[in-house]
């Protein structure tokens, strides 16, 4: 289950564990974070971009670590990994392109052209992995 963070992405959380809890399989919680050539602010490169990613991956892993504790806390098998690069590649890459994983993500539910100009991860991770996805609208 790919988080960013956001209370949006945390949606997906309700509907995940229901399936988990019901067929008694573990969830992967991962956050993207991108790479030194992706850290750009406008057209200037960012001053100590490795002190930023590091940053950025501790940041990200406590954050999947307190979703992680919680959840096991509740009974959930749980597991939690840092991805680096383009999210949604990183996420498809990740799935391993096997059917017997299911991704489930929130989406904005941007449609048209505010998805062109806004881009979606949801998007991409359905139209470029082969693994299913369970997609959850606000």
């Known amino acids: 289950m790919p988080l960013d963070t956001s209370d949006l992405a945390e949606i997906a959380l309700p ?3 229901d399936v988990a809890r019901g067929l008694d399989l573990p969830i992967t919680l991962v956050l993207a974070i991108p790479t030194l ?3 750009y602010l406008g057209t200037e490169l960012v001053p100590h971009p ?20 919680h959840l096991a ?4 098998k749980v597991s939690w990994k840092v991805l ?3 999210p949604a590649r990183a996420i498809v890459d990740h799935s391993g392109g ?17 998805r062109w100009v806004l881009g979606s991860v949801t998007d991409k991770v359905v ?5 299913p996805v369970l997609v959850v609208r606000p």
């Open 98 to 114: 096997s059917p017997e994983n299911l991704i489930t993500m929130a989406t904005h539910g941007h449609s048209g052209l505010g």
């Open 84 to 86: 680096h690069g383009d």
């Open 15 to 17: 509907p995940t564990l």
């Open 127 to 131: 139209r470029t992995g082969t693994s």
């Open 37 to 39: 050539s992706q850290l």
């Open 50 to 69: 490795e002190d930023i990613l590091k940053r950025s991956e501790a940041e990200a892993g406590t954050y999947l670590m307190g979703v992680s504790d």
């Open 73 to 76: 806390a509740e009974g959930t």
